[in-house]
């Protein structure tokens, strides 16, 4: 297995190579960011055949007693039977980077990072062979949900990491007993721990990416928390003591984006994880709703989502619309950046140098919207076509509502359409519903792709996906994604000019309609609903039928 390149959401790479019985995770950027991955780790990862047996299928307890199991080297993820831990690590020389505060959370990082490469690998066959009634088709026989198994073995061997672990989320078992052993160093009931594939895709990565704190004299400045430059000199104090600025400590932005001025997501000046769990619910009324006292938006401009998308290799992302007449400056990660040609201790940072991330070369969103509202195509679907002042207006309304708030969607930093996210109990939509038909905490979208060249099926299939996986991300206690096109929603359909294109487009994609498309990535058509201005067709997806977005 050749070695591969894994981009995590936050732009930071990580180049894995095959060694003997596992694979090694080497960081990239150790140079570049305040990285808390260590230089590198080793994992151990191993398939067990024949483990079919011994699996429960739809939370039925198993009647077939466990095999013995043939242990053979990873090739291609198995439905059930890997097995990972990490081996060992290396971590950087305390001379450049303060050690972890928590040990603890480097390591849920390190198993996060494995994971998101893992979970990346070829999706195995979902169905189960051992049991079923072999005279069955495949397409009929059950489906067993994709896991790894994580052993307790290695840097997982310690008596409290994996109870840790199992507190974050990261892990998990179905044995969900005390135990009878009162000794806490057996290990009992932490020996069949797993994650698996549904249960990874809910995770915030936000939970697991944090930074390194540099020591005062580290050779790694775009990592260090102080200027390069020093405040005036105290005169009280003889000229001896030379204050950091810590303002800018304050505004440290970490990880996720190097500027100052855009912290994303997984900035954090503290050096710490920057996902907080929702707060308690406390219940309000607007337009004689009763509804959950809602969290504020992100501020304009910034960054809510970013995941690398495999299949198209570009950076996918969201960030709320702005007002501005400047266009916003991308500041995550692109697919293909800038090369890094700077030594360590050059005091410049490949961030201060002009690149595709950095550069505006797009209108501002009101500009968007004008152009894009006033496509004949768009303008069927959503009627804001006008001048530039009636799209301004349209945009300002939506940052002003209570209860939505409006999207960007950017691919490698360019934009490509216009999206709203909204709860549904205070929409329009709620009102047309019974109570069993949504909670409180479920929510929905409108969709706009304004840019022909990012159209296609598998494209507007991505984002789809990357949506639900947005809103499922935001809110835990989110359990279903609600849309409602217009029943006649139909297929993208290319205007003339665009015919040059065709011979790259399958011709049934031209075919398809708004509606198929959300059916693909896993929305069921429930019934239609009759609006004062349309019939609208009541799409769903559900957190426990979702398992991964589409990469």
Known sequence: MAPSTVHLPNGQTLTVSPVFAGFSFKSNDLNIHNSAFPPGWTIIIESQEDEDDDVAVDGEESSHPPRQSRIRRFRNPTLHGDNLFISSISNPSNADFKPATSPTRQLAMMLWATLWWYFHQPKPDPQLSKGANPNLPIEGRP?????????????????????????????SSEDSCVGENIDDRSGEGWNRMFTSERGFWFLDPRIFLFTLSPTTHSPFPGASPYPSRPSSPNRADGLQMMKPDHQSTDLQSGLWAPQVHSPGPFASGSHLPTYYPPPPTIFTFTNNVRHPLRQKPPAQGETLYTRYIPSVDQYLSFRVASLSHKPPTHRGPVSDPSPNFLPPNSG?????????????????????????????????????????????????????DKHSFPV?????????????????????????????????????????????EFRGAHRVRVWMSALVHCCFLADPRTERVLVEPRVDNQKYDFPPHFCGWMDEVKVADRVHRFIDYLQSVGFYKEREIAFSHKQAALMKIRREGWSAPVL
């Open 143 to 171: 489906k067993g949900e994709w896991r790894i198994n994580i052993k307790r073995e290695g840097i997982f061997k310690g008596r409290h990491l994996l109870p840790k672990l199992e507190r974050m989320g990261i892990i």
């Open 348 to 400: 410049v940072t490949p961030e201060s140098l002009p690149s595709i991330a950095n550069m505006t070369i797009s209108p501002c969103d009101t500009d968007l919207l004008h152009t894009w509202m006033n496509d004949p195509r768009v303008n069927a679907a959503w009627g804001e076509a006008g001048p530039r002042s009636h799209q301004e207006a349209f945009l300002r309304k939506n940052l002003n």
């Open 408 to 452: 960007i969607g950017c691919w490698d930093g360019k934009p490509f359409g216009y999206f709203e996210i909204y709860w549904v109990k205070e929409d329009h939509l709620g009102r047309q519903l019974s109570s069993h038909d949504y909670g409180n905490w479920d929510r929905g979208f409108h969709a706009l792709v304004g840019e022909h």
